[in-house]
């Protein structure tokens, strides 16, 4: 299964067991996170519905990205800049797709709080 989800402004196609570098999340090594904005699910070439569908992911590490060099120069003026940059990445692992837990754990729970119920009737 594999699912397209979004965040920090860019989409990602993720499946399980995927690595991807995202930009900078809240969270140390080894934190579990979910991904609520998934725009688009499927197996194969058949659709799911998103609604309520999650990704599960871990995060690897915080890394930072390759320097990149920001050059100003203006022509004739004596005018130059030399600035760098590293962007901040974090390496998640994609765990799971699928609905939310918490959910399907409540749904479970009231319908074995509803089957005693009924026996006793």
Known sequence: MFAIVRTGGKQYRVAAGDKIVVEKMAGEAGDKITLDD????????????????????EIIAQAKGE???VFKKRRRHNYRRKNGH??????LRIVAIGAEDKKAAKAEAKTQDAAPAAAEA
């Open 86 to 91: 590293r962007q901040r990445h974090t390496i």
């Open 67 to 69: 320097k990149v060099i």
């Open 38 to 57: 998934v725009l688009l699910a499927g197996e194969g070439g058949d659709l799911q519905d998103v609604s309520g569908l999650t990704v599960a992911a």
